[in-house]
């Protein structure tokens, strides 16, 4: 489940935030616990899931979080990834630009590349080998939630938040508006 935590952003932010709680509860119960065909479930979002109380329902709840070590390599594509990618499609030459252009998170000890980034860029070089690189992330989802937790956190966020997948240009762009 892939940002559970925008339904009841919007929610919080168009004044039925108590009641989109209660459809996601209903929806992770369901899902999650009650679910006799479920062995295992991933769900992703900017909050941390532990400490909202519409998992209160679930049970056997690992969180980890994009600081942590042990999952870091899922997070995106690992170098090893993109470079095998790039040899199937018989794209190598476009190696130092992929990394240039998509090799910006940090998730714990590892550096690793935006896969929606890399996947449509090399799309693109299929269907057109002079194509250049873009920003195929921008737009594809609602940043309000982060942006809410900066202005929260006002001038402190730098001295104690430590971003991991946000830039500090990013932010300082954010702080500008």
């Not at 594509?77 to 794209?91: I, M, N, P, S, Y």
């Not at 935006?114 to 299929?126: F, I």
């Amino acid at each position: 489940m892939d940002e559970y935590d925008v339904p009841v952003a919007k929610a919080s932010t168009n004044g039925y935030y108590q009641e989109m709680l209660n459809v996601i509860k209903a929806i992770m119960g369901t899902a999650l616990k009650d679910n006799p065909s479920l062995k295992f479930a991933v769900i992703t979002g900017c909050l941390k899931i532990t400490k909202e109380s519409i998992f209160t329902g679930t049970n056997n709840f690992v969180s980890d979080s994009i600081s942590s070590n042990r999952l870091n390599e899922y997070f995106g594509f690992t170098e090893e990834d993109v470079q095998k990618l790039l040899r199937d499609a018989g794209l190598e030459n476009h190696s130092s630009e992929i990394k240039q252009w998509y090799d910006g998170y940090h998730f714990g000890d590892l550096d690793v590349y935006c896969p929606w980034d890399v996947t449509n860029y090399v799309h693109d070089l299929l269907i057109n080998p002079s194509a250049v690189p873009e920003s195929y992330w921008k737009n594809t989802s609602d940043n309000a939630i982060i942006r809410s937790f900066i202005d929260y956190a006002g001038s402190n966020i730098t001295k104690n938040w430590k971003p991991c997948f946000l830039t500090s240009r990013l932010l300082k762009k954010w702080k500008k508006t």
